[in-house]
T-cell receptor, first 111, second 114 residues
């Protein structure tokens, strides 16, 4: 069985400041982990994925995530937020044929 | 081509109507998925097709009827829906043999049931 916990339902930052979106996972085996972003009324876009290679994963639009097995975490970071980053972010763990989604974190970016 | 396309983008239907949602991909993926997403919630899996055969049905009511005519197409037939079925319906695809099950999502169909 597997599960995902996104620790914050909303995160508010100012433009130009760092972003941290937190995710903890539970899995009975070595998982694949993803971060997807969803802008309003749009589909899901893959930001980055971890698949047991490097523990620091770089994604699109300047986002990064670090896989920490000892902490069962996969937090998403970005050094400097842009207004266009405002969206819903989902942390996802992959099972054999299905995905388990976290509840999502809404990122709000103010000027 | 790394896109999943969905038509229509928006659909409004009455409770007695019959309509269909369509999804298409040309990435050679042999697994395709339907998800339902309510506002401010994560997507919920409805159906999985693997090699054009239904492999997972997450106890979805029979008023939703999926169909996979070929490896590139996935349909969702709708009949006698309820207002609570109003949601964003997302299609996704993946390669069943991939080690990580990365799924590629379409833009969704926004369904409103009156």
């Amino acid at each position: 069985a597997q599960s995902v916990t996104q620790l914050d339902s909303h995160v508010s930052v100012s433009e130009g400041t760092p972003v941290l979106l937190r995710c903890n996972y539970s899995s009975s085996y070595s998982p694949s982990l993803f971060w997807y972003v969803q802008h309003p009324n749009k589909g899901l876009q893959l930001l980055l994925k971890y698949t047991s290679a490097a523990t620091l994963v770089k994604g699109i639009n300047g986002f990064e995530a670090e896989f920490k097995k000892s902490e069962t975490s996969f937090h998403l970071t970005k050094p400097s937020a842009h207004m266009s980053d405002a969206a819903e972010y989902f942390c996802v763990v992959s099972g054999y044929s299905t995905l388990t989604f976290g509840k999502g974190t809404m990122l709000l970016v103010s000027p | 081509d790394t896109e999943v396309t969905q038509t229509p983008k928006h659909l409004v239907m009455g409770m007695t109507n019959k309509k269909s949602l369509k999804c298409e991909q040309h990435m050679g993926h042999r697994a395709m998925y339907w998800y339902k997403q309510k506002a401010k919630k994560p997507p919920e899996l409805m159906f999985v097709y693997s090699y054009e055969k239904l492999s997972i049905n997450e106890s979805v009511p029979s008023r939703f009827s999926p169909e996979c005519p070929n490896s590139s197409l996935l349909n969702l037939h709708l009949h006698a829906l309820q207002p609570e079925d109003s949601a964003l319906y997302l299609c996704a695809s993946s390669q069943p043999t991939s080690s990580d099950n990365e799924q590629f999502f379409g833009p969704g169909t926004r369904l409103t049931v009156l």
